[in-house]
T-cell receptor, first 113, second 114 residues
Framework: AAGVIQSPRHLIKEKRETATLKCYPI?????VYWYQQGPGQDPQFLIS???????DKGSIPDRFSAQQFSDYHSELNMSSLELGDSALYFC????????????FGAGSRLTVL | QKEVEQNSGPLSVPEGAIASLNCTYS??????FFWYRQYSGKSPELIMS????GDKEDGRFTAQLNKASQYVSLLIRDSQPSDSATYLC??????????????FGTGTRLQVTL
């Protein structure tokens, strides 16, 4: 069965650089969520999109932005990177009309030097 | 106070024993409850979902929900070394059929010893 695809899996950036993470949800899933997980921390909700519109916003810094495109894939753009942005970034998708069970991608590990 | 509380552990149980993981939540309007398993450096993997009071069993796993006490638990029977992982309790405050986020607890690290 198709899963949530995230790219890149690993990314190394310098401080103040920009990074873009991509997420391809499970086919027919209409909702995408972004989570950030620091070392030893629980996943923190950043932002979500339902039918290409922002549906909820969590602890996402102003330096970050995201969108969902017409093919339902989503991109998380991070600018002016800081050391503290180093984390695992997970994308999850769900079908909102159902039980809304979230399925997670493998994650993108961002390291900021 | 965090919205979803778990004991961080580690919880150590011998192989073959029952592991009991607990979770409390603060939003009384929460509708859906999930247990995810996460191995170090990997993504959360859904183990169980539960939506109504009582017990739900799936193989070696049993989830228990008590909405009056705002309490969710996960029992793992016949624990195996491969069960050693962090177990995340997650709560969804929205109604089923709506797009709403999961709020995670900090996770309980389970160690199954030989």
């Amino acid at each position: 069965a198709a899963g949530v695809i995230q790219s890149p899996r690993h990314l190394i950036k310098e401080k103040r650089e920009t990074a873009t993470l991509k997420c391809y949800p499970i086919p027919r899933h209409d909702t995408v969520y972004w989570y950030q997980q620091g070392p030893g921390q629980d996943p923190q909700f950043l932002i979500s999109f339902y039918e290409k519109m922002q549906s909820d916003k969590g602890s996402i810094p102003d330096r970050f932005s995201a969108q969902q495109f017409s093919d339902y894939h989503s991109e998380l753009n991070m600018s002016s990177l800081e050391l503290g942005d180093s984390a695992l970034y997970f994308c999850a998708s769900s079908e909102a009309s159902g039980a809304n069970v979230l399925t997670f991608g493998a994650g993108s590990r961002l390291t900021v030097l | 106070q965090k919205e979803v509380e778990q004991n961080s552990g580690p919880l150590s149980v011998p192989e073959g024993a029952i592991a009991s993981l607990n979770c409390t939540y603060s939003d009384r309007g929460s509708q859906s409850f999930f247990w995810y398993r996460q191995y170090s450096g990997k993504s959360p993997e859904l183990i169980m979902s539960i939506y109504s009071n009582g017990d739900k069993e799936d193989g070696r796993f049993t989830a228990q929900l008590n909405k009056a006490s705002q309490y969710v638990s996960l029992l793992i029977r016949d624990s195996q070394p491969s069960d050693s992982a962090t177990y995340l309790c997650a709560v969804n405050g929205g109604m089923t059929g709506t797009a709403s986020k999961l709020t995670f607890g900090t996770g309980t690290r389970l160690q199954v010893t030989l």
